[in-house]
């Protein structure tokens, strides 16, 4: 008899994050192209446009110029973002799994740009007062910024718990 393979059935948590990565990577893949063909719209002159402009290299325009290192590169820390979740899930509350579900959209969508276009696309932006930006760039950073957060909550909150536990067993001590 032939072993059948058995196939997890994805739950409706899956579903919801993997319909916001899609929709994440639809928004940010749909306005590159657009913008492309449509140029330059200054929403508010000098202060914020939607101008495209290519990134050849990684983050912010820092890093090599190497096509595969920042696919590469990429590859690993999203392989790396889907294990934990994969491996994790039991552990993981909602709000962490949609923050990292933020990151995964928008470093896949950057790694399509890069890959298919050789750049990634850049078109937020403020002027001279930060770098040039897109949704993906957007949201990589607002998940990862949302997970520090978390951290550090949880961080506070489990000093907190040591100083009571202290300050409890120091008293009893003391009795």
């Not at 914020?48 to 090599?64: D, M, P, R």
Request: hydrophobic fraction near 50%; glycine fraction near 6%.
């Amino acid at each position: 008899m032939e072993k059948k393979k058995k196939i997890k059935k994805l739950t409706k948590e899956v579903w919801c994050l993997l319909a916001i990565m899609a929709v994440i990577i639809v928004i940010d893949q749909a306005l590159k192209l657009w913008l492309q063909k449509v140029g330059t719209i200054a929403i508010i002159p000098d202060v914020l446009e939607f101008k495209v402009s290519q990134n050849t290299s990684a983050a912010y325009g820092i890093g090599s110029n190497s096509k595969f290192m920042y696919v590469a590169t990429n590859v690993v820390i999203l392989g790396v973002i889907y294990k934990f979740l994969t491996t994790q899930n039991e552990f993981v509350d909602t709000k962490l799994k949609v923050f990292l579900s933020f990151i995964l959209a928008g470093g896949i969508s950057n790694v399509v740009d890069k890959m298919i276009r050789g750049y990634v696309t850049e078109f937020i932006d403020f002027g001279h007062h930060f770098p040039v930006f897109n949704v993906a760039d957007f949201f990589v950073v607002i998940g990862w910024v949302a997970i520090a957060a978390i951290f550090a909550n949880f961080t506070v909150k489990e000093w907190r718990d040591k100083k009571e536990e202290k300050d409890l067993n120091d008293n009893d001590k003391s009795k």
